[in-house]
């Protein structure tokens, strides 16, 4: 059964509110009722089949989107693309896929063995991009992905589903600046992800980019329940590559500190007083 690209959207950001409570409240502080738009949602995968970026990408190549950009996460051992539809108004979508291959032969199995209990018809279903969890995972097993790699282990503890949608900072009517999201954000008690500074990236690539630290929320593991980091919201924007048109790509750079926003480590260290 098929379905409407706004109607995926919808459904996306319906499961993504459960793992970002706070997205509502971001809403409610930013758009003060009025509709937000959003400039893009990132998604992750591992190289590994039936779950290849190259193969979840078709979902969205079915709605209309064309792949667009390229880019290498070399310290955290991933790559990705970004697509764009037609239609400007709707959402960028950043798919990236982790190099399982270049991690421990602990690390592989663990996450082969996840990959391995995914049916491949339900990868091909539509509702799978929110989909969530097609494993059992234990808590200790969660732990020794996380020594390695936080992506490793927030993708085995929450499955196929957006890790974030992008506040499209340009279409906010009460803002000219991404330093007045910031500060209105901190005022309202939202914290920050401040790895590599509050905003990364500046008008010289085009593009500034921001995020609140992941919400804490529960999960359960095979054996016991477990709060950990679920999914944040980004803030983007946008400048002119030439006069009217705004550059539509990403800043491999800066999205690298961006991932900090669901890394255990950096939440804890943010939530200390100064």
């Keep these: 059964m098929s379905q409407s690209v706004e109607q995926f959207f919808e459904e996306l950001w319906n499961d993504y509110i459960q793992l970002a409570p706070s997205a509502a409240k ?3 502080v930013l758009g003060k009722g009025r509709p937000i738009i959003n ?35 070399e310290a955290k051992k991933l790559v990705a693309k970004h697509y ?20 421990s032969p602990e690390l592989q199995q663990i996450v082969r063995s996840c990959v391995s209990q995914i049916d491949p018809a339900a990868v091909e279903r539509p509702d799978f991009m929110y989909s969530g969890v097609h494993w059992q995972l234990s808590s200790t097993d969660y ?3 996380l020594a390695e790699s936080e992506y ?46 509050e905003i990364k990236g500046s008008a010289a690539v085009y593009l500034e ?3 609140t630290m992941a919400d804490q929320v529960t999960v359960r593991f095979s054996d016991i329940e477990k ?6 919201y980004e803030f983007a924007k946008r400048y002119e590559i030439r006069p009217n048109e705004l550059y539509t790509g990403f800043v491999a750079a800066s ?20």
């Design 152 to 197: 490793a282990a927030w993708l085995a503890a929450f499955g196929f589903r957006a890790n974030h949608f992008t506040v499209n900072v340009n279409e906010l009517p009460d803002f000219e600046s991404l330093e007045a999201v910031n500060e209105t954000l901190k005022q309202a008690g939202f914290r920050l992800n401040s790895a590599g500074g």
């Design 209 to 211: 980019q921001s995020s």
């Design 255 to 274: 999205a690298d500190k961006i991932f900090e926003s669901t890394n255990v480590h950096s939440i804890e260290s943010s939530a200390k007083p100064e």
């Design 84 to 103: 764009e539809h037609s239609n400007p108004s709707l959402p960028k979508i950043f798919i990236s896929e982790l190099l399982v291959e270049e991690f």
């Design 39 to 73: 400039d893009h949602v990132a998604f992750r995968t591992y190289n590994i089949a039936p779950v290849r970026l190259a193969t979840l990408a078709q979902h969205f190549e079915a709605m209309g989107y064309q792949a667009c950009g390229d880019y290498v996460f």
């Design 26 to 28: 971001v809403h409610q």
């Design 143 to 145: 732990e020794k992905l």
């Design 227 to 232: 709060v950990i980091p679920g999914c944040f």
